[in-house]
């Protein structure tokens, strides 16, 4: 697993088998899906091609591996799930994140894409780092500052 995304907390360094073609190697393209840029994501790596039994939705929810890699400690540490999009994310707004209390059901996140309506309820804030010395360890992501 790589290190945590610094926007969106996944160790998961394996598009989902549907995700559509890019060049990761390639700078300046933009992610159809989560509006991710390849200049930061070189290291990621396409799904090897599966069978899978639901074919019509393959997403990352349905990955045997990835229910497991929720379970470690380091994931249970990060608060992980499993997203259907990123696979094991944590559940944990990054602490620059804007405020989604007062958020409408149809909005998106002008960073990643997302839809409150998928997220409700299921992304908490970031515990306060304003006191933060430079050096000191998150505690959500485990990385320095």
């Known amino acids: 697993m790589a290190s945590a995304c610094p926007v969106v907390g996944t160790t998961n360094d394996v598009l989902p088998p549907n995700h559509p073609e890019v060049d ?3 700078d300046g393209q933009t992610c159809p899906v989560v509006g991710a840029t390849t200049d930061h994501h070189h290291n990621l790596h396409k799904h090897p091609s599966v069978s899978i039994e639901n074919a019509s939705s393959p ?3 349905e990955c045997p591996v990835l229910k497991k890699v929720v379970t470690q400690p380091k994931s249970q540490a990060m608060d992980d799930e499993v997203c259907p999009v990123i696979g094991p994310a944590t559940t944990v707004l990054p ?3 804007p405020d ?3 958020a409408k059901e149809g909005e998106v996140c002008p960073v990643t894409k997302a839809t409150v309506a998928h997220h409700k ?3 908490h804030s970031h515990p306060s ?3 933060t010395e430079k050096g000191a360890v998150c505690p959500v992501a485990g990385v320095k500052f």
């Open 24 to 26: 990761l190697a390639k």
């Open 100 to 102: 989604t209390s007062a």
């Open 121 to 123: 309820n299921k992304v």
């Open 129 to 131: 780092v304003q006191s």
């Open 59 to 61: 997403t990352a929810t």
């Open 95 to 97: 602490p620059d994140h």
